[in-house]
T-cell receptor, first 115, second 113 residues
Framework: EPEVTQTPSHQVTQMGQEVILRCVPI?????FYWYRQILGQKVEFLVS????????KSEIFDDQFSVERPDGSNFTLKIRSTKLEDSAMYFC?????????????FGPGTRLTVL | QKEVEQNSGPLSVPEGAIASLNCTYS??????FFWYRQYSGKSPELIMS????GDKEDGRFTAQLNKASQYVSLLIRDSQPSDSATYLC?????????????FGTGTRLLVSP
């Protein structure tokens, strides 16, 4: 069964460093998302992406964050200058329709630890 | 007012019993409702989606939606120890172009053998 994959599974970085989290969405899906979950808290929407542009972003997704689809399969989240509070699980998701029946399928996540 | 509310639990049920998980939401124009299962340290796994008032059944799972009461629930019949997880309720709607899922904090379910 097709699934979303993410790399790395765990990333440790120093505060102020740049990180890139990678995702390979399900192959026939066109809509891509990033969510994060701080330990013990709820899953929070960061950004949605379609047709090579951001379609919606949350207030969390500030100028330190960017997304890109560098080729036909990868979808990346970059954090330019990490802060301690960026430590969280980051989940990539994809779906094949943005409309009301928008079932989003999540990848296994990347655990980001900022020291 | 929280957008999506769930009792954090834990909800403890014996093996073989029915587990009933509840969720309320504040945005009246929410259109679609989803239940995800999340094991500790893992990602959310979609188990049910529901869009219309009433019941939707899939195997041991039944989702129930009442838009007038802004209430959605998940019933798990014949609960198994492997069902022990956190169940996340998520909603989306026209206000967000159906892009953004808004999650509740989840209800932790414990099924004892």
């Amino acid at each position: 069964e097709p699934e979303v994959t993410q790399t790395p599974s765990h990333q440790v970085t120093q505060m102020g460093q740049e990180v890139i989290l990678r995702c390979v969405p399900i192959s026939n899906h066109l809509y891509f998302y990033w969510y994060r979950q701080i330990l013990g808290q709820k899953v929070e929407f960061l950004v949605s992406f379609y047709n090579n542009e951001i379609s919606e972003k949350s207030e969390i997704f500030d100028d330190q964050f960017s997304v890109e689809r560098p080729d036909g399969s990868n979808f990346t989240l970059k954090i330019r200058s990490t802060k301690l509070e960026d430590s969280a699980m980051y989940f990539c998701a994809s779906s094949d329709t943005p409309r009301e029946y928008n079932e989003q399928f999540f990848g296994p996540g990347t655990r980001l630890t900022v020291l | 007012q929280k957008e999506v509310e769930q009792n954090s639990g834990p909800l403890s049920v014996p093996e073989g019993a029915i587990a009933s998980l509840n969720c309320t939401y504040s945005d009246r124009v929410s259109q679609s409702f989803f239940w995800y299962r999340q094991y500790s340290g893992k990602s959310p796994e979609l188990i049910m989606s529901i869009y219309s008032n009433g019941d939707k059944e899939d195997g041991r799972f039944t989702a129930q939606l009442n838009k007038a009461s802004q209430y959605v629930s998940l019933l798990i019949r014949d609960s198994q120890p492997s069902d022990s997880a956190t169940y996340l309720c998520a909603v989306n709607g026209v206000n967000t172009g159906f892009q953004k899922l808004v999650f509740g904090t989840g209800t932790r379910l414990l099924v004892s053998p």
